[in-house]
């Protein structure tokens, strides 16, 4: 048994799995619209329901063991390669894969990935034991002006399950891993061990991970593209989801067919 569970559609014989990763705090609804848009295409597809914080706090702190946990859930769906798409930790997690598996990564798509910039104020706080507090009074405000642009495209149920999720100890224990692991990893490295073609798609306004680091180191690499996305913030698989979607499939028609 996996470490998450997961939702598929169509078998990973017609191709490449696509596989949507969860992200640090919300769990598959973040994909919703690339998700069904490539499941209708016919394509094999994939997404994980638990949002990282809701896994073992051993392996939410580990980018390692979460890219592990998310291939055996490609494995129990039948699925040898692998397209990986994830955003901000997730997106870590999938350069990291391509680097330690590149028989089976055929590509990766990455938005909103930290490393390589400070984190904004988002009304989380981290205690001298390395616990995470959650300041209820500002964590709506902060973390959605964090996370859009415009608009927050967040549902009322969408918002609470995810501030009741981040009040529970064992969620904040995955929480502090986690952030412990995005500050330690090392992103250049990673990239180093990249071999598969890689798109990066950055909201041009994000307040979580600021695109010009990213936009600066990534093209150094070959057989990668950068893209940024208007009027949008770290997740526009949500808060542009057409345009993300239509990105995706471009990249998946050049790169596996």
């Known amino acids: 048994m996996s470490t998450f569970t997961a939702e598929h559609h169509n078998t990973p014989a017609e191709g490449p799995l696509v596989?949507?990763?969860?992200?640090?705090?919300?769990?598959?609804?973040?994909?919703?619209?690339?998700?069904?848009?490539?499941?209708?295409?016919?394509?094999?597809?994939?997404?994980?329901?638990?949002?990282?914080?809701?896994?073992?706090?051993?392996?939410?702190?580990?980018?390692?063991?979460?890219?592990?946990?998310?291939?055996?859930?490609?494995?129990?769906?039948?699925?040898?390669?692998?397209?990986?798409?994830?955003?901000?930790?997730?997106?870590?997690?999938?350069?990291?894969?391509?680097?330690?598996?590149?028989?089976?990564?055929?590509?990766?798509?990455?938005?909103?990935?930290?490393?390589?910039?400070?984190?904004?104020?988002v009304g989380l706080s981290m205690d001298r034991r390395g616990s995470v507090k959650l300041a209820t009074d500002q964590f709506r405000e902060r973390m959605l002006s964090a996370l859009f642009h415009g608009e927050p495209l967040f549902t009322e149920e969408q918002i609470r399950d995810t501030g009741e999720l981040l009040s529970t100890g064992p969620a904040m224990v995955a929480m502090a891993r986690s952030l412990r692991a995005t500050r330690t990893y090392e992103v250049p490295s990673g990239l180093d061990k990249v071999r598969c073609p890689s798109l990066y798609v950055w909201g041009e306004h994000d307040r979580m991970t600021p695109v010009e680091p990213w936009r600066e180191l990534v093209p150094r690499y070959p057989d990668t593209e950068f893209v940024t996305v208007d009027d949008c913030g770290h997740i526009p698989m949500v808060e542009r989801g057409d345009d993300y979607t239509r990105r995706l499939l471009s990249f998946l028609d050049r790169t596996v067919g």
């Open 19 to 121: 596989a949507f990763m969860s992200a640090l705090f919300a769990g598959k609804w973040i994909w919703d619209r690339p998700f069904e848009a490539l499941s209708r295409a016919g394509r094999p597809v994939l997404r994980t329901n638990e949002a990282i914080c809701a896994v073992d706090a051993k392996v939410a702190g580990s980018v390692e063991r979460l890219g592990d946990a998310f291939l055996e859930s490609c494995d129990e769906a039948g699925a040898d390669e692998v397209v990986v798409c994830a955003n901000s930790l997730g997106g870590l997690v999938a350069i990291d894969l391509a680097g330690r598996y590149p028989d089976r990564v055929r590509g990766i798509v990455v938005s909103g990935a930290p490393g390589l910039s400070t984190e904004p104020d």
